[in-house]
């Protein structure tokens, strides 16, 4: 023990030597969270030698110094000024502090306390005073760190060319799959938009449930799928479809997972098994079709092949619970629990039920014929002892009423018989159905990190959005009855769409596995339509609350794939402006977060480029204008597109002046209300906004480059300013604005060479040597991009939060900038190394134990961690697409574009309109281009498709035609693009396909 201080029971802080030796140990307020304190020199600490060390705490920042120079902090760690008791004891070389550490014999000389926190340079000149023998060992300790970065930043360049150089990186690839220690993290969310779900792991576990909407991270016995297996003549085996043991129904040796969003397919390995046995787990998600995306429900099919030479008989066995009243009071709370087995329309359903009370039921039910249930049985081993004997099931077929604290457990059991080399499926669908239910805070909310003080109200809502669409689980089992076909066959062609693309199999599973966080708890959506977004999950409610638009800003998959989910959410985000045009960054408060309120902005066009006509536009612009004339005036009152007032931010503090990064979303925000302005008619507001952007764009070019990359320009007042930083989203308006096919803010020029000192300061292949604070979301051994790096000057004090974190919202963000900039393999490395952090393996070694963070664990492809699990900003990566496909779109004014920038000579990718989706391909040869638009579904209103011409010589020609039948189109040439313009608007239904040819 080195040094404490606290009372005794609260600890302010604490700092130790670990038994080893190979570090330090520092402790706050927040127990749960020890970091190591790693010496700049990477040698363990010795025995008998002095050390000068220095800890400096600011606002979540924590830095400590060893001999002069800055140590590397692994674990995260939290501040120590502002938590803990007001009056505190100070223990030196021991401590009073009850946190389990011993003492030990500690030599301390000289103790000094300083009311600010020191930089580097300043504990230099402390060190440089205290003669020779300091001076001696401050310039040793200086060249021994120098040397030790040395080697590493080479081992990292060498380890970040190999990946530039793997073919693998642009490669197609294949299908995924998990095994070994790569099936420990994972959880695969199933379940409606909204609706509540289950979790299943590595195991084919349906571990967690949350299907009443729950947070708490419920499991429920009894509730499981099993095969039972007998070749003709032969002696039945009898397996439970998981890697682990229901009571007597043994496990499965082993499996391999494949998981494609929305789709999980376990493959199991059992040679005791005459037969290949796989299971899919799914529900159903459908571009377009918000409804069919929200079900609550789950299917399972399991789908056996006879591999032996005579025919085989197959039971599958689905075991569930009847789960009403697992969510109420803490542990659960059942009884009055009733199953009855009923036969409809060639369906065998469980009706599980709640006897006297009507406010929740469950279904499950199969379609194949010759099934049998059982509505009650009394233990694992009874059922096993049945299902061993002949595969059929012969219980009641109403159970009992369950006492108090009790439940009760039914089965359904599918026979099929299979010929040599035959394969046969079962499906098993399971719906729930909970009327109450309470979402959000509930009531007003205390301030949220780095928020201040100001004004909250209740955010909350009561039931479920889908009791207006279903009476209960029998009816949404009735409705899956007719349409389970249908559902899974439009599910499937989404995701064969998706995945028929030339892109890289990894990247398609990184942008489709972020689909996760609509079905988590991270969503809500009540009784009366309205749709809430927490940031992500924390372990027993919701984190940050209130639609936050400083995150969800940043979230586009969801507004691509469910254009209407996209409205709705602005709708509701205007709903909440205030009459001055405020327009809160969450719905919980009425402050202003300048990104947040520019990203809506940018979200609003957004949503008016991805709906079919002008009319939702036409109902919200008298918001839009007012939002963004109140902005105008109180960021930049001097009205000259350089921000000047102080501006809250994601980053959970404020700062002053103007960035290039809020900065530039400013500027982009400016150009799409103009363009907003254009469509309502509104010429004064959209010249307007175009001045203010012309001068902006002027002002922010001159003061803000630094010749290497963009920065911030305090204001008069320092805040928690990043200065000189390198910010991750230092050209945030520029990824904006290429989405939305706004013209760029900054010269192309300056954008890459931002990007590529991004990628030189900011990406890591690894982290040895570097602190992640004051949260740690994966283990040193991984890469990512840190958030700022302060390549020029030291870190400032105060800083700005979370400038040493890595959080793939915002990492996704910068790569995908990248590839907008010509840097496409640099991007696609960026983003190859987060999906290398959540690649199934359980990741624990210095992962930050906090709940506001990723629980001491990460590693799960399904929902990356920020702040809480299943975070919202995540949902950025499908920018990525958009990007590498080169897409543009304006649905009201029916224009579809594609440039692709990853194998252009034959390229196929998915894309999403207003209200359909399909799939876009073209090949290159010499000077000709051949380009085809396949309508998987819905339709698309056209009147210009614009394709980037990639040719030394223009066109000369260009034919566009539908079903073999010529489309009357002009084409012409602007900025390397062909615009081919048809004479009359054309109406591209589902099914089919309009081919484009040019040529010069």
């Not at 979790?199 to 016995?221: L, R, S, T, V």
């Not at 499981?224 to 003709?232: K, M, N, P, S």
């Not at 509104?682 to 307007?688: I, V």
Request: net charge negative.
């Amino acid at each position: 023990m080195i040094i404490a201080q606290g009372t005794g029971k609260q600890a302010l802080y604490v700092i130790g030597i670990k038994n080893d030796r190979s570090a330090l140990l520092y402790q706050n307020t927040n127990g749960m969270v020890v970091t190591e304190i790693h010496l700049p020199t990477d040698q363990p600490i010795e025995i008998g030698r002095w050390y000068h060390f220095a800890l400096t705490s600011y606002d979540l920042d924590v830095r400590a110094y060893v001999d002069g120079y800055e140590c590397s902090l692994v674990g995260g760690a939290y501040e120590y000024t502002r938590r803990g008791p007001k009056k505190t004891t100070m223990t030196l070389g021991a401590t009073a502090v009850e946190n389990g550490w011993g003492s030990t014999h500690i030599s301390l000389d000289e103790v000094a306390c300083f009311a600010r926190g020191l930089t580097q340079a300043e504990i230099q000149e402390h060190i440089n005073a205290a003669g020779p023998a300091w001076q001696k060992k401050l310039q040793e300790t200086g060249a021994q760190a120098a040397a030790v970065k040395a080697e590493r930043d080479a081992l990292r360049a060498r380890k970040a060319q190999a990946m530039l150089n793997d073919s693998g990186l642009t490669a197609h690839g294949s299908t995924t799959v998990y095994e070994g220690e790569r099936l420990e993290a994972i959880n695969f969310m199933v379940g409606g938009i909204g609706a509540g779900a289950i979790q299943f792991n590595g195991k084919a576990e349906p571990a967690i449930w949350q299907i009443a909407c729950n947070f708490n991270e419920a499991k429920m016995d009894d509730s499981f799928l099993a095969v039972r297996v007998q070749t003709a003549g032969g002696k039945a085996v009898v397996r439970a479809l998981q890697t682990e043991p229901v009571g007597p129904f043994k496990a499965m040796p082993s499996l391999k997972f494949e998981g494609e969003y929305p789709f999980a397919n376990y493959l199991f390995e059992e040679p005791a098994l005459p037969v290949e046995v796989a299971l899919e787990v799914f529900n159903p998600f459908i571009p377009m079709d918000l409804k069919d995306s929200a079900i609550p429900c789950a299917i399972y099919t399991v789908t056996a092949k006879n591999t032996s030479t005579s025919s085989v008989k197959v039971d599958v066995l689905a075991a569930q619970k009847n789960a009403l009243g697992f969510n109420e009071g803490k542990n659960g709370k059942f009884g009055s629990n009733q199953n009855e087995v009923l036969k409809e329309d060639g369906a065998t359903v469980i009706h599980m039920t709640r006897k006297g009370v009507d406010n929740s039921d469950m279904v499950l039910m199969t379609q194949t014929a010759g099934a049998t249930a059982s509505a009650e049985w009394d233990s694992v081993k009874s059922l096993y002892n049945v299902v061993a004997a002949s595969g059929a099931l012969k219980g009641p077929a109403t159970s009992e009423v369950s006492p108090a604290g009790q439940s009760v457990n039914g089965a359904l059991s599918v026979p099929v018989e299979l010929a040599p080399g035959e394969t046969k499926s079962v499906t098993v669908v399971l719906t729930w159905y909970f009327k109450a239910g309470k979402h959000g805070s509930g009531k007003a909310m205390k301030a949220l990190e780095g928020e201040g003080g100001g004004s909250s109200v209740a955010w909350s809502g009561q039931g479920q959005n889908y009791t207006n669409w279903w009476p209960s689980a029998m009816g949404v089992a009735e409705y899956m009855q007719e349409n389970l076909t249908d559902l899974t066959a439009r599910t499937r062609l989404f995701h064969d769409t998706l995945y028929a693309s030339t892109l890289p199999v990894w990247l398609l599973d990184r942008m489709s596995s972020q689909l996760a966080v609509l079905r988590s708890q991270t969503c809500w959506w009540d009784a009366n339509g309205y749709f809430g977004v927490w940031e992500g999950c924390n372990e027993t409610a919701g984190c940050c609350a209130g639609n936050c638009t400083h995150v969800w800003h940043y979230a586009q998959a969801h507004a691509r794939l469910l254009p209407e989910l996209g409205r709705l959410m602005r709708e509701q985000d205007f709903d909440r402006q205030t009459d001055d045009g405020l327009t809160p960054y969450r719905h919980t408060n009425k402050s202003g977060a300048a990104d947040g309120f520019y990203g809506t902005i940018l979200n609003t066009y957004r949503e008016y480029l991805c709906s079919p006509d002008d009319a939702w536009l036409k109902s919200k612009w008298l918001k839009v204008k007012k939002g963004m004339d109140w902005s105008i005036e109180y960021w930049n009152p001097s009205r000259d597109g350089f921000m000047e007032t102080t501006q809250h931010n994601t980053l959970d503090g404020d700062f002053s002046g103007c960035s290039s990064w809020i900065g530039s979303l400013y500027l982009s925000a400016l150009e799409a209300a103009a363009r907003m302005a254009d469509v309502v008619g509104d010429k004064t507001a959209a010249a307007e906004y175009r001045r203010i952007r012309a001068s902006g764009k002027k002002l922010q070019n001159e003061r803000l480059w630094n010749g290497e990359y963009y920065i911030q320009e305090p204001g008069d007042k320092r805040s928690q300013d990043y200065l000189d930083g390198c910010h991750i989203d230092q050209i945030l308006g520029e990824w904006w604005a290429d989405q939305v096919d706004i013209d760029r803010n900054f010269p192309r020029a300056r954008s890459r060479k931002a990007m590529e000192s991004l990628l030189q300061y900011n990406f890591l292949t690894d982290f040895h040597g570097h602190s992640l604070k004051p949260r740690q979301y994966c283990e040193v051994d991984d890469g990512g991009m840190k958030m700022i790096t302060w390549p020029k000057n030291p870190q400032p004090i105060p800083g700005m939060k979370y400038g040493d974190e890595v959080m793939t919202g915002f990492e996704y963000g910068a790569a995908v900038s990248m590839i907008q900039n010509g840097m496409v393999p640099e991007g696609l490395m960026v983003i190859k190394v987060i999906s290398d952090r959540y690649n199934g393996r359980l990741r624990t070694e210095g992962v930050s134990n906090v709940k506001n963070g990723p629980w001491g664990y990460s590693g799960n492809p399904f929902g990356d961690d920020e702040c809480g699990k299943f975070y919202g900003r995540s949902l950025s990566v499908w920018s990525a697409l958009l990007a590498l496909q080169g897409f543009v779109y304006d649905g009201p004014a029916g224009r579809i574009g594609f440039d692709p920038v990853l194998t252009p000579e034959n390229h196929r990718s998915f894309f999403t309109a207003a209200e359909g989706y399909g799939l876009y391909f073209q090949t290159l040869e010499g000077n000709k281009l051949n380009a085809s638009i396949d309508l998987k579904e819905g339709q698309l209103r056209l009147t210009e498709v614009d394709l980037g011409w990639p040719g030394s010589r223009p066109p000369a020609s260009a034919q566009v035609s539908l079903a073999g039948k010529p489309v009357a189109a002009h084409f012409s040439m602007k900025d390397g693009d062909v615009t081919l313009k048809l004479q009359k608007p054309l109406v591209l239904k589902a099914g089919q396909q309009l081919d484009l040819k040019v040529e010069s």
